[in-house]
């Protein structure tokens, strides 16, 4: 997957980045794999011998690493939906392993994160649009035409 579509946004102490067609493994593995993590909601269709699995069916899992290796694995989960808390740090969630929220208590750390994301040649200016025109969905196209989209909605509509 190729990410296409950036969202960042502060809300009071907490910062937040969304990326479409970034995969759950994939943002696991920028975090620090030390973290210890409590996973709040897993949903999985193709689980081992369960079909749909929730969180309540997979191995305790205690810190990123784990996950990591937990995700590596397992291969291809079906992975619908998936939620954990970062002690001390933040929040990850995801929808249809495609679809990734990083929710941190720390600015830096999250620009950090999102510069290994974006997508080069054009990292800098995406990202300096980024803080500038927050809460707005962004999109680049291969020769770093910027698109802004207010919402998602508006999003969806001129991409049908």
């Known amino acids: 997957m190729i990410p296409s579509l950036f969202l960042y946004k502060e809300i009071e102490d907490e910062y937040l980045f969304y990326v479409l067609e970034f995969s759950?493994?994939?943002c696991v593995k920028l975090?620090?794999?030390d973290l210890e993590i409590e996973i709040t909601e897993f949903g999985a269709t193709l689980y081992k011998k369960f079909g749909f699995a929730t969180e309540?069916?997979?191995?305790?899992?205690?810190?990123?690493?784990?996950?990591t290796t937990f995700l590596e694995k397992e291969g291809e989960l079906?992975?619908?939906?998936f939620e954990m808390i970062i002690n001390g740090y933040g929040k990850l969630s995801s929808y249809d392993d495609g679809e990734c929220s990083l929710k941190l208590n720390s600015k830096s750390e999250l620009i950090?994160?999102?510069?290994?994301i974006l997508p080069f040649p054009h990292q800098n200016k995406l990202l300096a649009h980024l803080l500038k025109y927050q809460n707005q969905y962004l999109k680049a196209d291969?020769?770093?035409n910027i698109i802004n989209y207010p919402t998602f909605d508006d999003y969806l509509k001129a991409n049908r």
């Open 56 to 67: 309540n069916n997979i191995p305790k899992l205690k810190t990123i690493q784990d996950l």
């Open 142 to 144: 291969e020769a770093g």
């Open 24 to 26: 759950t493994l994939d």
């Open 31 to 33: 975090l620090p794999q």
């Open 78 to 81: 079906g992975l619908i939906c």
């Open 112 to 116: 950090s994160i999102i510069k290994k």
